[in-house]
């Protein structure tokens, strides 16, 4: 084999040793795991309703904290064990999310009524980051121009903004939704 062949394979494979490899584990979960909680502390509005200084934060984060999981690290191995932390990790989280109402409920948050009757609930949109003008969108999504025209507003789990129009039948489904906040 040739040496500058055996450089390549040397400089491709390799990787850090037994200690290194945990402490890019741990440095990646507790990255992960602070992220989330910080994603978490922002609001829902932030999950549907995704800005352009939203995506650059995202981007510059993902920047800013890639040295500090994998620190000087630049081994095809150090990337490899780096993104196979956060898949794992992602992974339990799902699982913990899944399987216990209080984590579910902490961190994914619950349903939230933005409008009743045609008023706005101001203090409500406030807390959760919600402006009139994302509400005056979700009811141009529905035909509606007029606030006086919406029975409800809800601010749901995933960002999204659901319209019930003052003059639809509300159906009683089968599925029962425990938890929304009505303020």
Known sequence: MSAELSQWFAAVF??????????IAAKTTLIYLFLVLGLRLLGKRELGQM???????????????QNAMVGQDT???GGLISAFTLLIVNRILTRLILNRPGIRHW???QPVL????GHFLNDVMQREGLTSEHVFAAMREHGLDDIAL????VLEID???????????????QR????????
Request: glycine share 6%; aromatic share 4%; proline share 5%.
């Open 14 to 23: 390799s990787h850090p040793d037994l200690p290194g490899a945990l402490a």
């Open 75 to 77: 081994t095809l191995l």
């Open 51 to 65: 800005s352009i200084y939203d995506l650059v934060l995202v981007i510059v984060i993902a920047n800013s904290v």
């Open 150 to 153: 919406v029975q409800m507003a």
């Open 107 to 109: 961190l994914i948050g």
């Open 159 to 173: 960002g999204s903004i659901s319209i019930v129009p003052q003059n639809s039948q509300v159906h009683r489904s």
């Open 176 to 183: 029962r939704f425990r938890g929304m906040r009505v303020v």
């Open 114 to 117: 933005v409008v009743r009757e």
